[in-house]
């Protein structure tokens, strides 16, 4: 039984969960409406059944209330400003950003396969390769007593 199966999460779920808090954080990036309409709208529209919903709602709205201080936190680790990154990968920055930050029961290492497999999937080419990058050095800063530093 793996870690995850012990405390009870649906690994797959939160898999899905993830992906589509990719595209709702990528929608409000890129549209003038709150995170709210957001939230409403994906479960108007996608098939939430199969994803953590909870989750899902957890990280659109903790990226959303704490985006400057994960921002903040980036930036240290971007080769630019953090507005100039790409969306799609902007926003697999901030998911993972947050799930480093608040959600300690993530392991770092789930934090960027997750990252890496979602940026792989709606991202450019080599897109995860950056993110990668970027939130294992960020882990190193927020997850440095897990990473062994």
Request: net charge negative; glycine share 8%; hydrophobic share 40%.
């Amino acid at each position: 039984m793996s870690g995850a199966q012990a405390r009870g999460v649906d690994a797959a779920a939160r898999s899905r969960a993830r992906r589509r808090a990719l595209q709702g954080i990528y929608a409000w990036q890129l549209g003038e409406q709150g995170m709210d309409k957001v939230i409403a709208q994906f479960r108007e529209e996608q098939d939430m059944k199969v994803a953590d919903l909870e989750y899902f709602e957890d990280l659109l709205n903790g990226v959303a209330a704490h985006c400057d201080e994960l921002d903040k936190g980036l930036a240290p680790h971007l080769d630019r400003d953090v507005e100039q990154v790409d969306p799609i990968e902007r926003a697999a920055l901030r998911l993972g950003a947050y799930e480093l930050k608040y959600r300690l029961d993530v392991p770092y290492r789930v934090v960027l396969n997750e990252a890496v497999e979602t940026t792989k999937r709606f991202g450019a080419e080599h897109g995860h390769t950056y993110v990668n990058g970027v939130l294992d050095k960020l882990a190193s800063d927020w997850r440095a007593v897990e990473k062994g530093l």
